[in-house]
């Protein structure tokens, strides 16, 4: 993934819970062919994601490693990749429920 070609999409200022905003960004990228597609991600305040990430950051949970780390929101990579820029809302509703689940259960582990 190119860092350099990351945009920021969109940020929800209440997407992970009230005050804590989520950032959608994504990434250009080239396959085999040189066909570009937009590779999505989300992008977590570090305040709120640092403590958790020791689980986040484990199997069962998410087992992926942030990738990067843009003006104070930790960013990871979705597995969903589109031939536009708009917003492939159900593949990220998808992921956004998936990852609420997760972090809820990374809670209650902590606790």
Not at 14 to 27: E, F, K, M, Q, S
Not at 34 to 62: A, M
Not at 93 to 109: H, I, L, P, T
Request: charged residues 25%.
């Amino acid at each position: 993934m190119n860092i350099k070609s990351i945009n920021l999409v969109k940020e929800y200022p209440d997407g992970v819970g009230p005050n804590i905003p989520l950032r959608l960004y994504w990434t250009i990228e080239k396959d085999s062919d040189d066909n570009i597609y937009y590779r999505w991600h989300f992008g977590y305040p570090e305040k709120f994601i640092k403590p958790l990430c020791p689980v986040i950051e484990s199997s069962p949970y998410w087992g992926e490693v942030h990738w990067a780390e843009i003006d104070g929101f930790w960013v990871w990579w979705l597995s969903v990749t589109t031939t536009t820029p708009e917003i492939p809302k159900e593949k990220v509703n998808f992921w956004y429920k998936f990852y609420g689940r997760m972090f809820n259960m990374c809670v209650n582990y902590l606790r």
